[in-house]
């Protein structure tokens, strides 16, 4: 664990793939970032035009802002080769993507509001990957971590892997799968990583789960 300077809120996702295309100019369709892979319950994204309702093969898009209704879930497939699932009454917003030579690879900012569980994919990373929270900044390398409300405030744990959870006030490293730290507010520290019960655990990773 360590503890630096606060950094500012960034999200970063560099990666080799050629699908991720830069930001459109004039009237061209946005490029994909990622395509749903399942939906349950009320699931739609705000795009020109108004809001559309998202369901399997769907491409997510820059500039798109997704919504999840209650008891809804949403699965997208990254082209990263990851994979990204949303709980209910959960936003997400695409409001970055750039796109460079393959040797200098790619941005993409993704902001999160609500509980989200990520795979980080195959694809290589020089920088790896990072989700912006209403409270922190989550930043991933090959990993697959939790990030939601739980027991009254923001919780971050990790299955595998390695993030950096970076807040105002500070910096903490969960490097070590089923530990976690909670958040109370963006200009407080994270906690030191504990490890979470069986029972947290199985909380948290319900919010992320499809019914039957």
């Known amino acids: 664990m360590r503890r630096t300077?606060?950094?500012?809120?960034?999200?970063?996702l560099t990666a080799a793939a050629p699908a991720l295309a830069a930001p459109p100019a004039g009237g061209e369709a946005p490029r994909p970032v990622g395509i749903v892979s399942r939906a349950q319950g009320d699931v739609q994204a705000v795009r020109t035009g108004g809001a559309t309702p998202l369901g399997p093969s769907d491409p997510v898009a820059w500039r798109d802002e997704v919504a999840t209704g209650e008891a809804s879930r949403l699965q997208v497939a990254l082209l990263d080769e990851g994979s990204l699932t949303l709980g209910e009454n959960t936003r997400l917003t695409v409001d970055e993507l750039t796109v460079g030579a393959p040797e200098d690879g790619s941005l993409l900012?993704?902001?999160?509001?609500?509980?989200?569980?990520?795979?980080s994919g195959a694809l290589h990373h020089k920088e790896g990957t990072t989700i912006?929270?209403?409270v922190a900044t989550i930043g991933i390398r090959g990993t697959d971590v939790?990030?939601?409300q739980i027991d009254g405030a923001w919780g971050v744990f990790i299955l595998s892997g390695v993030v950096e959870v970076t807040?105002?006030?500070?910096?903490?490293v969960l490097d070590t799968p089923g530990t976690g730290t909670t958040i109370t507010s963006p200009d407080a520290p994270p906690t030191d990583p504990v490890r979470w019960a069986d029972a947290k655990v199985a909380r948290a990773v319900e919010t992320v789960t499809f019914q039957p």
């Open 132 to 134: 912006v929270t209403p």
């Open 109 to 119: 900012r993704l902001a999160v509001d609500g509980p989200f569980r990520l795979l």
């Open 5 to 12: 300077a606060a950094a500012l809120f960034l999200a970063t």
């Open 146 to 148: 939790w990030g939601g």
């Open 167 to 172: 807040t105002r006030a500070g910096t903490v």
